[in-house]
Nanobody
Framework: QVQLAETGGGLVQPGGSLRLSCVAS????????MGWYRQAPGKQRELVAG???????NYADSVKGRFTISTTNAGNTIYLQMNSLKPEDTAVYYC???????????WGKGTLVTVSS
């Protein structure tokens, strides 16, 4: 079993910044990808940013140029640096780990980001 723990959410004013962290622990296989998703009230969960199989990042169009995903050398921790935040970025942000071959996906419990003045 894999556990994912997100931290770093909170209330921020428009134009502000936040940094989210996600640490994966437990029975992690050797090949996997991790990413960030979000779900706003009344909307479907959507990809925000993630790493694809070759390690390169992939971003939703709505966050390109404002958000940056990064990871540690160990690879079991990912970050999401969010700059120039907008009210429409308000959502619960979830971390996801997908095992590369089995396709099994694990989700964190989420962290709430609220962008409001």
């Amino acid at each position: 079993q894999v556990q994912l723990a997100e931290t770093g959410g909170g209330l921020v004013q428009p134009g502000g910044s936040l940094r989210l962290s996600c640490v994966a622990s437990g029975n992690i296989v050797s090949l996997y990808v991790m990413g960030w998703y979000r779900q706003a009230p009344g909307k479907q969960r959507e990809l925000v940013a993630g790493f694809v199989s070759d390690g390169s990042p992939n971003y939703a169009d709505s966050v390109k140029g404002r958000f940056t995903i990064s990871t540690t050398n160990a690879g079991n921790t990912i970050y999401l640096q969010m700059n120039s935040l907008k009210p429409e970025d308000t959502a619960v942000y979830y971390c996801k780990l997908t095992e590369y071959y089995a396709g099994t996906a694990y989700w964190g419990k989420g962290t709430l980001v609220t962008v409001s003045s």
